[in-house]
């Protein structure tokens, strides 16, 4: 095994805002990991609010380099296995090694990942697309910018159902909420009712991520399904988040990539509960690994590309939503790497 990596600062087309705040440029890290002349490439962008900027990824490689090259690979779970052990405290530099490891075995089998998986892609969950906080005429204007057949609004302010009515007159598409935690229990029990009357779908991460008890009052008053997002960062989540919450919003960057989410989505399946995988802002490279996961899901919030100025690799492709793959094995992706900084 071979390890190279690349430092990316991507560039929003709009200032990205959310309840935790705004960002111009998406920080990431691109890996290559090469076995016997086979190429696998994977990602993990930097979020500030979980403490792993891009320079500790790459601390973390530079310190551990020869053990993430020596493994001996036969397949992908393995691997994923050997480096949480290795590197316990970065989910997310294991996020991307773990997408490049299977991005190999896809390579070395001949087939993309959701057909090795025996994924049928025919009823894939629509894309939505992304309306960052801003003001309410702002994010009308995003909205008639990008028409589309689900948005995802993020809210968190004193006005949330201004925002929320003002879309809805500019529209028909779906709308589903995400409040990333921005809300009280009181404040939801109040605001969801008229988000329903809105046709809202759902709301996504209504309460701060550890109350369990402002959750079970509200999973069971709430008019509208609930999803947890920063409530359901890692496997053992996803128990936690049972008769809490009526699905979960899987990160593959926080959970530690494709091999820990699969069996997220199997647990979630087998609570009965809904599955969205969600995307951190990738580039394509990273975004391709979710977009094999939707045979599998419900609902997917997969934009990140569309969100940015910059992209990093070709491979995936957006249809009013519906996403299309390319004809090549593994990920399906070709890394251009045009923008290096």
């Known amino acids: 095994m071979k390890l190279k990596y690349w430092q990316h600062n991507l560039k929003f087309k709009h200032p990205f805002t959310i309840s935790k705040g705004t960002k111009t440029h998406q920080p990431t890290l691109i890996v290559e990991l090469e076995h016997f ?9 930097a979020i ?10 790459i601390e973390d490689i530079e310190q551990k380099k020869t053990f993430i090259e020596k493994f001996a690979f036969t397949d992908p779970e393995r691997y994923w296995h050997y480096l949480h052990h290795l590197l316990p405290n970065n989910n997310f530099l294991v996020c991307a090694l773990d997408i490049a490891a299977w991005d190999i075995y896809g390579k070395m089998k001949g087939k993309k990942l959701y057909d090795l998986w025996k994924g049928n892609v025919s009823n894939n969950p629509i894309c939505d697309y ?9 994010m009308v204007e995003k909205m008639k910018e990008k028409p589309w057949p689900i948005y995802k609004i993020k809210v968190g302010t004193a006005d949330d159902i201004a925002i929320v009515k003002a879309l809805r007159e500019n529209t028909e598409a779906v709308l589903r909420v995400d409040a990333n935690a921005a809300w009280d229990v009181e404040t939801a029990i109040k605001l969801i009712p008229q988000l329903d009357a809105l046709g809202v779908e759902f709301v996504e991460q209504p309460l701060a991520k550890d109350d369990w008890d402002g959750m079970k009052i509200l999973y069971e008053k709430s008019t509208l399904p609930l999803y947890a997002d920063e409530s359901c960062v890692l496997e053992s989540d996803v128990e936690k988040c049972f008769n809490h919450f009526h699905g979960i919003n899987i990160k593959l960057t926080k959970c530690s990539g494709i091999t820990p989410a699969r069996r997220m989505i199997d647990k ?12 951190m802002n990738e580039s394509t490279v990273g975004t391709a690994a979710i977009a094999h996961l939707l045979p599998f899901i419900d609902h997917v919030d997969m934009d990140g590309p569309l969100l940015l100025e910059e992209d990093l690799a070709t491979g995936i492709n957006y249809d009013y939503g519906k996403i299309g793959y390319s004809d090549a094995p593994g990920l399906g992706i070709n890394y251009t790497g045009i923008f290096k900084k």
């Open 37 to 45: 002349g086979i190429k696998g490439y994977g990602e993990a962008p």
């Open 48 to 57: 500030a609010y979980y403490q792993i900027p891009v320079e500790k990824m």
């Open 130 to 138: 992304t309306i960052g906080i801003d003001t309410v005429e702002k």
């Open 268 to 279: 979630a399946k087998k609570l009965e509960m809904k599955v969205m995988v969600g995307c």
